[in-house]
């Protein structure tokens, strides 16, 4: 599996942005892809995750309903819209892939290279 994260890019803090990650490869369809975010000097953290089966997993602690996920199926590619961002949003958001992914980065199996968001206040 191949991913390629995109979208990312410099917004002013209240502005939105969509991140999308394009899949390939034989089991791209069948696997959970996740969303994941890494600031400067800290851990990588969960964001957001759909499974093949369009089931949606959100950590609410971070991101509470600021946050939607969605995957197209035809195109590969699952989407994270991330509204009314805040200036503690910066950072590089990769997506990941994994048969049976949840909320653990050691549960993904295949990363993409990641892309910068950075919020000014």
């Given amino acids: 599996v191949q ?18 990650c394009a899949a390939s490869g034989r089991a791209s369809k069948m696997s959970t892809v996740g969303w994941f975010r890494q600031a400067p000097g800290k851990e990588r953290e969960f964001v957001a995750a759909v499974t093949g089966d369009g089931i949606r997993i959100r950590n609410a602690a971070v991101v509470k309903d600021r946050i939607t996920i969605s995957r197209d199926m035809a195109k590969n590619t699952v989407y994270l819209q991330v509204n009314s961002l805040k200036p503690e949003d910066t950072a590089v958001y990769y997506c990941a892939a994994g048969a049976t992914g949840g909320m653990l980065p050691d549960e993904y199996d295949y990363w993409g290279q990641g892309t910068q968001v950075t919020v000014s206040s």
């Fill in 3 to 20: 991913l390629q994260a995109s979208g990312g890019g410099l917004v002013q803090a209240g502005g939105s942005l969509r991140l999308s």
